[in-house]
């Protein structure tokens, strides 16, 4: 298993994964803010929406990190 994670194409999909995170997250973000306004009922959409950008920025991160020390 540990063989897999180290690999080169596990670490791309991640980082596709993440891309994809961040799009959709934003994506919630803007759509519930342009639809709803600043209202009490839509926090768990923005929620949602902050810890898409979130998880996807850390696997971006870690992405970044793994290459440098392939390097």
């Known amino acids: 298993m540990r063989q897999i994670v180290r690999s080169r194409a596990y670490a791309r999909a991640r980082a596709v994964s993440g891309t994809l995170f961040i799009v959709l997250g934003a994506a919630i973000l803007i ?41």
């Open 31 to 71: 759509r519930t803010v342009v639809s709803l306004g600043v209202e009490l009922r839509e926090v768990p959409a923005l929620v949602l929406g902050c810890a898409l950008v979130g998880l996807g920025a850390l696997r971006l991160r870690d992405y970044r990190i793994g290459e440098g020390e392939r390097r």
